[in-house]
């Protein structure tokens, strides 16, 4: 793995986490098992950190991988929200929501499609999208199976990130 990607993994956690105001997660630099070889990262809510698979890493171009830290980072703002409790800036029914599935998280592994409907992928995946269109000008590819889910998200976030357009 070459520096410039380290570099560009590092620019997207400290860009994502300033937009979400969350403290900035750890990133560590692994082989993942076998059964995880085509996933690129996954945030880890024990370790507060963004475990990246280095054998994935070298096949992505830069949008696929900031794209994919993005993501990653909108996790661990769903975890502080989470731990924010009543505090949280979000919808305590959504915060509810989220709490459940990080108990109970469905790995892309085990079900692809129950994986892809839970309401933290559906978040991760419309936020990803919002400011990967406003800062990179660019459409994320976005699953068949939530793509309505995600559209419908997206009407709702729009607004509060409508200012990444100035950038």
Known sequence: ?????????????????????????????????????????????????INVNEDMLRKLDDLELSAAI????RHAYQWCQVLAGADSKE?????AAWKQ?????????????????QQLEIDAIAFTAIVT??????DLKIPLTVKEKVYALIK???????YLRTV
């Open 156 to 162: 709702e976030m729009q607004k509060q990130f409508e």
């Open 70 to 73: 993005m993501h990653e980072t």
């Open 133 to 138: 269109k406003l800062l990179f000008r660019r």
């Open 91 to 95: 919808d305590p029914n959504t915060v």
């Open 1 to 49: 793995m070459t520096n410039t990607k380290k570099e560009l993994i590092a620019e997207i956690i400290t860009t994502t986490s300033h937009i979400l105001r969350i403290p900035l997660c750890k990133i560590t630099y692994l082989k993942l098992p076998d059964e995880y070889s085509e996933v690129l990262c996954l945030f880890s809510k024990e370790h507060y950190q």
């Open 101 to 117: 599935e990080f108990a109970h998280y469905i790995q892309p592994i085990h079900d692809e499609e129950l994986f892809l409907n």
